[in-house]
């Protein structure tokens, strides 16, 4: 329903049947249950002072409206000034707009619910696939990390290992050079006691020429 529409109710039940003007005579129409209808502004200041209003208008299953300006609101009303809120006691001829609005605001009650219980679903459908996302790619980083943390513990050991190797090499070799040498030595001491022997001999020998001669 337009908001012509709903001026319009308040006015031809003005005429022909009751109204209530004003937050309090409004509330007190809802309260005792004689409200076939109410309306609120929305420009109204502060907001706090017709809060309640549509609470009330739930629990006690009366129809409620929103328009845009309480100055013309408060024009049908019959009212120089604004007003924040005005409800329908007596229909008279406003019956079937009244009647219409209720039908239209059911549409859009029905509406809203569900459009609300789908959005909880969507809500629920979108939060389980990347928690199952999560889960899936959750251990593999951890995994690549401490692959990443054991290689790097590795490395130093097996460097450390090759340099050992290595220094155990060269004490091998550094004993084995020790051991040749002192062998090669013993063999040129050897060699030279008979080479003292053989120059003794040629000696001996061309000592005895000569005596001969």
């Known amino acids: 329903m337009s908001e012509e529409d709903i001026y319009k109710t308040i006015e031809m039940a003005r005429e022909s049947g009751k109204i209530s003007k004003g937050v309090n ?10 409200a076939k209808l109410v309306v609120v502004a929305n420009d109204v200041t502060p907001k706090e002072i017709i809060l309640h209003i549509p609470l009330l208008c739930k629990e006690k299953n009366i129809p409620y409206s929103e328009v ?13 000034l604004g007003t924040a809120a005005a409800s329908v006691v007596v229909e008279g001829d406003s019956k079937k ?4 609005i209720q ?15 789908k959005e909880p679903e969507k809500e629920e459908i979108t939060k389980e696939e ?3 996302k999560a889960e899936e790619e959750k251990p593999e980083p951890v995994k690549e990390k401490e692959d990443v943390k054991e290689e790097i ?12 190797e290595e220094k155990k090499e060269e004490k091998v070799k550094d004993e084995k050079e020790t051991e040749i040498k002192p062998e090669k030595e013993e063999k040129k001491t050897e060699k030279e006691p008979e080479e ?15 005596k001969e001669e």
């Open 103 to 117: 039908k239209s605001q059911k549409k859009e009650e029905k509406q809203e619910e569900s459009e609300e219980i």
């Open 130 to 132: 990347p928690e199952t």
């Open 97 to 100: 707009l009244i009647s219409e």
């Open 153 to 164: 513990k590795e490395k130093p050991e097996k460097e450390t290992e090759k340099k050992s």
């Open 196 to 210: 003292i022997k053989e120059t003794d001999k040629e000696k001996k020998t061309e000592n005895k020429e000569e």
């Open 68 to 80: 845009s300006s309480k100055k013309e609101l408060g024009a049908a009303c019959g009212l120089a």
């Open 25 to 34: 005579e409004v509330t007190r129409s809802i309260e005792k249950g004689e």
